[in-house]
């Protein structure tokens, strides 16, 4: 029964590979019209990051709550970042193809993508992560991006070792490359930089876990101000939930005493 029994870590480990691989078909195929692939990003990151953190749930049925949860901030923020994007390429092309001092320019365009691939790479998971406004949740990743500056520079390697691999690797090595993107690749990477996320990144504007036991009064008064600690722009949008149900616990339990 050994490495087939379920509860072997050798089942665990195939069970988590087979769901990797049905999320990264289910993003390839969901993708196909394009516009909705930052949709698919936050699902697969809202997926990946309960993975990270050992929470049990069903891929197919996280992935699509996420999915319809979050289209229309996703399609938006998407929208945004790809005419930006094909805006900064198309730049980046005709100053490559100038003569003279305008040559130059090529330089601030090579920083615009970098700082383009900074935010890109944070927007969907905080977006998968955290309830917000689509103009706060795009700021919040530039600044989150900045301050994580070391792990931000890693991600963005991990982002773009497949691509650099099918550029610039034998065509034996990019054929392997490419069945792997196919069937694993965009969810192994997402998983890969989820877990930056979870224990690098986003413990510093989330409430630390208490483990002693604190009264009710207590325990909404730490969360509150943790939230408050971590960053204030998360906070701007009045209709969050989590603050709100907050709130009226502490007020509650004033109110009992």
Same mark, same amino acid.
């Given at each position: 029964?050994?490495?087939?029994?379920?509860?072997?870590?050798?089942?665990?480990?195939?069970?988590?590979?087979?769901?990797?691989?049905?999320?990264?078909?289910?993003?390839?195929?969901?993708?196909?019209?394009?516009?909705?692939?930052?949709?698919?990003?936050?699902?697969?990151?809202?997926?990946?990051?309960?993975?990270?953190?050992?929470?049990?749930?069903?891929?197919?049925?996280? #992935?699509?709550?996420?999915?319809?949860?979050?289209?229309?901030?996703?399609?938006?923020?998407?929208?945004?970042?790809?005419?930006?994007?094909?805006?900064?390429?198309?730049?980046?092309?005709?100053?490559?193809?100038?003569?003279?001092?305008?040559?130059?320019?090529?330089?601030?365009?090579?920083?615009?993508?970098?700082?383009?691939?900074?935010?890109?790479? #944070?927007?969907?998971?905080?977006?998968?992560?955290?309830?917000?406004?689509?103009?706060?949740?795009?700021?919040?990743?530039?600044?989150?991006?900045?301050?994580?500056?070391?792990?931000?520079?890693?991600?963005?390697?991990?982002?773009?070792?497949?691509?650099?691999?099918?550029?610039?690797?034998?065509?034996?090595?990019?054929?392997?490359?490419?069945?792997?993107?196919?069937?694993?690749?965009?969810?192994?990477?997402?998983?890969?930089?989820?877990?930056?996320?979870?224990?690098?990144?986003?413990? #510093?504007?989330?409430?630390?876990?208490?483990?002693?036991?604190?009264?009710?009064?207590?325990?909404?008064?730490?969360?509150?101000?943790?939230?408050?600690?971590?960053?204030?722009?998360?906070?701007?949008?009045?209709?969050?939930?989590?603050?709100?149900?907050?709130?009226?616990?502490?007020?509650?339990?004033?109110?009992?005493?």
């Amino acid at each position: 029964m050994g490495i087939f029994n379920p509860d072997s870590k050798f089942s665990q480990i195939m069970s988590r590979v087979f769901d990797l691989m049905i999320m990264n078909l289910i993003f390839i195929f969901t993708s196909i019209p394009i516009v909705t692939i930052g949709v698919n990003y936050t699902a697969m990151y809202y997926v990946t990051l309960k993975m990270v953190k050992n929470e049990e749930s069903y891929v197919w049925k996280s #992935y699509w709550k996420s999915w319809r949860q979050n289209f229309k901030q996703a399609l938006g923020i998407w929208m945004i970042f790809l005419l930006l994007g094909i805006f900064l390429v198309m730049d980046l092309y005709l100053v490559n193809h100038m003569t003279g001092p305008a040559t130059y320019l090529r330089y601030v365009f090579f920083v615009l993508l970098f700082i383009y691939g900074m935010v890109l790479t #944070y927007v969907f998971p905080v977006l998968s992560r955290f309830d917000n406004t689509v103009r706060n949740t795009i700021k919040n990743s530039l600044l989150m991006s900045i301050r994580h500056l070391p792990w931000t520079i890693v991600m963005l390697a991990i982002n773009l070792l497949p691509l650099i691999i099918l550029i610039f690797a034998p065509a034996s090595v990019a054929s392997i490359t490419s069945f792997a993107m196919i069937f694993l690749g965009v969810a192994v990477v997402a998983l890969a930089n989820s877990w930056f996320f979870v224990n690098k990144i986003f413990p #510093y504007y989330m409430p630390a876990e208490e483990e002693e036991e604190l009264s009710e009064l207590e325990e909404s008064s730490r969360v509150l101000e943790a939230m408050d600690q971590a960053n204030p722009d998360f906070l701007e949008n009045s209709g969050n939930p989590a603050k709100d149900a907050i709130e009226d616990t502490a007020a509650d339990v004033d109110s009992e005493v």
